[in-house]
């Protein structure tokens, strides 16, 4: 999914371009700084909580912002081999940026759902 990307691009950001690395911080959904022990490990590879507030304080502040925005719902509904991007109702984080005038810079990861077998079994649970 793309939150294995993102953390394996964490660890290679660090070592390609260092300077870069310090001053980007990853929104993360809210619900995950309320678990135990995956709060720590949010903290420690750099991600916030994805108010709106608090991206707009990192961004008055310089830093860059890491936005996954397919959330909860490409994690979830992931299919194995299938593409799917959910972007529909995700507008905020470019009115946030026009508003703010920093540039956005779109990346796709192709292939990333071809990493693990998923069942169809409960997906009108999911």
């Known amino acids: ?22 001053k980007l911080r990853v929104l993360t959904a809210s619900v995950l ?16 909580d994805a108010r709106r507030s608090v991206a707009e304080k990192l961004l008055d502040n310089r830093y860059s912002i890491l936005v996954l925005p397919g959330g909860m719902d490409e994690q979830i509904l992931t299919q194995y081999q299938k593409e799917t991007i959910y972007l529909r109702k995700r507008k ?22 071809d990493h693990f077998v998923t069942s169809n079994a409960f997906f009108g649970v999911r």
């Open 92 to 113: 905020g984080f470019i009115k946030l940026a026009m508003r703010k005038g920093v540039p956005v810079v779109p990346v796709y990861v192709f292939g990333t759902s």
């Open 1 to 22: 999914t793309s939150s294995d990307f993102r953390i394996l691009m964490d660890g290679i950001l660090h070592t390609v371009l260092p300077s870069v690395a310090e």
């Open 33 to 48: 700084f309320r678990i135990p022990l995956v709060r720590e490990v949010a903290m420690w590879t750099r991600c916030v």
